[in-house]
């Protein structure tokens, strides 16, 4: 209805003024700017016969992707004079950039009341520019990633205010940022987005441009700005400004913050339709939204917030009740964030979302990845793949690649992340415990001292799926399940026992045995579902005595215990030394490892080696041992370094083992974790 009387009575007051009293105030608009989030009567007559100062350009080459609220900013931008407390500006000034902009003649005014009321001046720089009002929301500049660099988008605001329609252009040359020039009448009050290609708005957008279809503005969106998905929907608050921040916010690429107002309250129907309407969409996760709903029953702004990094300033009226109930709703729906909330001069139609807008940082370290949320089989590795790219250019560490992943209740644990080419990385979770949920986040960092999770918040909001099936007992299957071994005496000789846990369910298992002549290692530990381990069986023959002796194994874990008989048959006397049957590299303990492991081999006769240790392109790191050796069992300590005596980063890498000897030739490789 009130849409309806203002629309009335503009017609009314058109048809009663002359083309010359159109030109009065147009001058007076000019001439006097109106600081008033709305449009008032001067603007709306003068709105319809606004020729706008714009110069629109050809969209950006190459692949286009819009960043989101909630991706890494350097900094915000306010307006001074100020249309928010110097309390905020305080509060952001500690770990974020302040930007603002400012007329150079107000600037030490503008400082000097920054200072007076503990604001951080060392991270506060000043933008000297006209402005006509203090909405940089509206009509600031969009922020871009053009294949790894940021850049801006501007637009038409749909105000005519002059001053700030230029805004745009005065921060991208500030900030030396490419721009680009979208001829598509616009306000940042109305437009939220995912940074992954899904936007949304009121569809004002569309009343906003009548010559444009549909399609068109679509077309727009699309060139401009990457977005493939764009919502245009009614605006459920029947107001005088219909943007989008008066109602709903994005949180997060599948979370949506919706209002929410009593049965009684004129709008609850329209609004219950909206949260209806995201509840149904699918994110560009490929899930439905999680809709959160905050209570705004005297139509408070609690959901025109500010996303700033891993802090939420939420505008709050000084009602206790409703504040700290609205403060919690973010923090649920958010945890790990830190969300303060701030009084203000605010409207249910504009508070603090309206008045601050974030600036994309322009050397974020981005992460892509579109994170499992679907039940997984059992018994098969896990495949993360994220895409990595340092918009600063500089090298990634290595070793900070990880993906970090927990079962249940149960503690993170770390994995390396594989380069696979394209700014790709792939790390392999474990085949997990059927009935299990599995939770998991992607962390990186480079050499600029950026560093980044995924999702954003990282360990305190990881990503979740559950493996499937009923979780099914542990089970012990061992190969061989006996041993019966003819050797001289004074030798040693080495055999693989090998444990694998069919079950569901992880297994304990302790070993035993009761011969001196017979060692065992490792004699316990933890077998995962599906996993299977060596256990070495050292035979030592020295000063026995021809004959057959016997013994058994006793294995016993979580369910029974298992006998493995061993056999053992001397057949003749050597009074040499030690002799080893066979030539083998039997692996290095403990794998995986930090910082050094050992790894053993035996020789069985004298012969040229060579234990050298390759990276996984096959690019040689250090050669260990190389030289003629005598026969018998070796080991031999790799401490993480490479030729250079510098540190590896964190990955798996290749023991191989070469031998020239007079009988025959043998080669062997092994895998060799190493996790910091």
């Known amino acids: 209805m009130r849409k309806i009387i203002v629309l009335f009575f ?25 600081l008033a989030h709305f449009l008032h009567l001067d603007e709306l007559l003068l709105n319809e016969y606004y020729e706008r100062n714009f110069t629109p350009t050809d969209p950006p080459v190459g692949e286009v992707r819009q960043t989101s609220e909630f991706e890494q900013m350097e900094g915000v931008l306010v307006v001074y004079p100020l249309g928010v407390p110097y309390a905020l500006i305080a509060e952001m000034s500690q770990d974020t950039k302040v930007y603002t902009i400012v007329e150079s003649y107000q600037q030490n005014q503008c400082e000097t009341s920054y200072q007076s009321n503990g604001v951080n001046l060392e991270n506060c720089e000043f933008i ?37 329609d230029e805004i745009p252009i005065v921060v ?25 290609s899904i936007s949304a708005s009121s569809e004002l957008v569309v009343t906003e441009n009548p010559s444009l279809t549909i399609a068109q503005i679509d077309q ?50 329209e609004i219950e339709v909206t949260a209806a309407y995201f509840a149904a969409q699918t994110s560009s996760y490929g899930m439905p939204y999680e809709v959160y709903r905050v209570n705004t029953p005297y139509d408070q702004p609690y959901t025109n917030s500010l996303i700033l990094n891993d802090r939420v300033f939420v505008p709050i009226t ?55 949320f679907e039940e997984m089989p059992s018994g098969e590795e896990i495949d993360i793949v994220a895409q990595i790219i340092p918009y600063s250019g500089e090298l990634l560490y290595a070793d900070s690649l990880l993906v970090n992943y927990k079962m249940n209740n149960g503690e993170f644990i770390s994995i390396v992340m594989a380069s696979i080419g394209s700014d790709n990385y792939s790390a392999m979770i474990p085949a997990l415990d059927p009935g299990s949920e599995v939770s998991y986040f ?31 007992p542990a089970e012990l299957v061992v190969d061989p399940t006996y041993f019966s071994i003819e050797m001289s005496a004074n030798t040693v000789s080495l055999e693989i026992m090998e444990l694998s846990n069919i079950g569901g369910l992880s297994m304990d298992y302790n070993m035993s045995e009761t011969a001196d002549w017979l060692s065992l290692d490792p004699t316990s530990g933890t077998l995962p579902a599906g996993v299977s381990q060596n256990i070495e069986l050292s035979f030592d023959t020295t000063d026995m005595i021809s004959g057959s002796y016997d013994t058994n194994i006793t294995i016993i874990d979580n369910r ?89 980063s964190s990955g798996v890498y290749l023991s191989s083992f070469d031998v020239e000897g007079e009988e025959s030739d043998y080669t062997s490789v092994k895998k060799v974790i190493l996790l910091k």
């Open 10 to 34: 503009l017609v009314f007051v058109i048809q009663a003024i002359s083309l010359n009293g159109m030109n009065n105030v147009t001058k007076k608009t000019i001439d006097n700017p109106i």
């Open 128 to 164: 000297n520019a006209s402005t006509d009002s203090y909405w940089v929301r509206d009509f600031g500049p969009w922020f871009i990633d053009n294949g790894g660099e940021i850049a801006i988008v501007d637009f038409p605001y749909n105000r005519p205010r002059p001053d700030d």
């Open 172 to 196: 991208a040359d500030y900030f030396g940022l490419d721009l680009y020039g979208m001829d598509l009448i616009h306000t940042g009050g109305n437009y939220m987005t995912d940074g992954m």
């Open 220 to 269: 727009f969106v699309l060139d401009y700005l990457g977005v493939e998905t764009y919502h245009k929907v009614p605006d459920p608050n029947n107001t005088y400004i219909d943007h989008i921040d008066c109602w709903g916010k994005f949180l997060d690429v599948d979370k949506i913050l919706i209002r929410e107002v009593p049965v009684t309250h004129p709008q609850y129907d």
């Open 318 to 372: 000084g009602n206790t009740a409703y504040d700290d109930a609205a403060l919690q709703v973010y923090e649920d729906a958010m945890p790990g964030y830190e969300v303060l909330g701030f009084t203000g001069s605010w409207a249910s139609t504009d508070a603090l979302h309206c008045r601050t807008r974030g600036v994309a940082d322009r050397e974020m370290l981005y992460i892509q990845h579109v994170p499992i």
């Open 442 to 472: 992607i962390h990186a960092a480079d050499e600029s001292e950026h560093s980044a999770n995924h999702p954003f918040i990282g360990e305190p909001d990881p990503h979740t799926f559950t493996i499937a099936g009923n979780p099914t």
């Open 560 to 648: 029974e215990e298992t006998i493995i008989p061993i056999i053992l048959t001397i057949t003749q006397t050597n009074a040499g030394n030690e002799v080893i049957n066979n030539t083998k590299l039997i692996g290095n303990y403990p794998n995986p490892f930090n910082p050094e492991t050992t790894i053993k081999y035996s020789l069985k006769n004298n012969a040229n080696m060579t234990l050298s240790i390759y990276n996984t392109k096959g690019q040689l790191v250090n050669t260990l041992v190389k030289k003629y050796q005598i026969a018998g069992m070796h080991s031999v300590v790799w401490n993480g370094k490479d030729a250079n005596g510098k540190k590896v």
